[in-house]
């Protein structure tokens, strides 16, 4: 190992915070290569904090996704919010991370109160440039050097990755030297079996709509690797709020059950390298995002 490259290591944790569905997801999966974190044209698809460990020959970024910070009432989405703020408490540089449909700063509520209180580094980045012309990202700038002192202001496509290399070097800059934290060779702290009911409940997002995704949950009862055949079969149970939520997910005939469990499927081989059985439940929880109890166990 070369001892000198070593001492130029710079390592640290940064938070990627902002608005609801603005794409903070898909710029972490887009960094890291690899998809750990769940994704959909829907607000408040994430609900956990979730960690990606970025590695270059120089430096290792510890990302944490969070919760969009909206308005919150329901217990649930008070504790999604709450995951989000706390992230910011410990970290070396924010990610303040705004889309081109929210070019008014007005839009975000009180971002500047809560990123003056965090006291940390924070970048701007004014996503998905690929929905505009180049005109009119300079007024988003100009409006948001009212809002915040921010150490950088970067136009990125988190899906394009445009601007995600200058993204990278800005972060250093402002990163301290440091040993890596976490070893080489790891995407995520997230367990494999915590991402494959992500990537569950990525799905119902993406094939149900109205209340539904709002009020399912996901958890793998079992995991069973199969190591001779590459195999490893998976049960889970999809949690819903109502009965009437039941026959929903299950569909006609159990048509949307197994539209969720094919697309799952497929994620979940290409995680894990191997083939995969998944086997699917559904069960009412009555009112659960109420539910202080089952929050808990779901592990908020
Ligand atoms: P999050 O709630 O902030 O984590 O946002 P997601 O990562 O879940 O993305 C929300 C939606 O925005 C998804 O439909 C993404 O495909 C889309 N999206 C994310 N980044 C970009 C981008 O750079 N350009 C475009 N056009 N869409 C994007
Ligand atoms: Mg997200």
């Known amino acids: 190992m070369n001892i000198h490259a070593d001492k130029q290591l710079k390592s640290g944790i940064v938070a990627l915070a902002g608005p609801p569905n603005v794409g903070k997801s898909t710029l972490l999966n887009s960094l890291l290569g690899q998809k750990i974190s769940i ?48 992230s910011l408490a410990d970290v070396d540089v924010i990610i303040f991370m705004i889309d081109v449909t929210f070019p008014l700063p007005e839009k ?52 394009h990755q445009d601007g995600t290399d200058l993204l990278i070097d800005k972060i250093l800059n402002l990163l301290p030297v440091g040993p890596r934290l976490y070893p080489l060779d790891i995407p995520t702290d997230s367990t494999e079996r915590f991402i494959v009911a992500e990537m569950i409940r990525e799905k119902i997002f993406l094939l149900t709509s109205q209340e539904i995704p709002y009020s399912t949950a996901v958890m793998v009862d079992s995991f069973k690797e199969d190591e001779k055949r590459n195999k490893i079969t998976i049960q889970a149970t999809i949690y819903v709020a109502r009965k009437s939520q039941k026959g929903i997910i299950i569909g006609k005939k159990g048509s949307m059950l197994k539209q969720i469990r094919v697309a799952a499927t497929k994620d979940a081989a290409k995680l894990l390298g191997a083939g995969i059985i998944l086997k699917l439940w559904v069960k009412v929880q009555k009112e659960w995002t109420r539910d202080s109890r089952f929050l808990k166990e779901l592990g908020f």
């Open 39 to 86: 994704v959909s044209p829907k607000p408040q698809t994430t609900r956990n904090r979730i960690l990606g460990i970025l590695n270059g020959d120089n430096y290792q970024i510890v990302m944490l996704d969070t919760p969009g910070i909206h308005k919150a009432h329901s217990p649930l989405n008070l504790e999604m919010v709450k995951i989000a703020l706390d």
């Open 108 to 159: 975000v509520g009180n971002a500047a109160e809560y990123l003056t209180r965090a006291g940390k580094p924070v970048i701007l980045l004014i996503n998905k440039i690929d929905l505009v012309a180049r005109d009119n990202i300079l007024p988003i700038l100009q409006a948001y050097k009212q809002l915040f002192p921010f150490k950088e202001m970067i136009p990125v496509s988190a899906l």
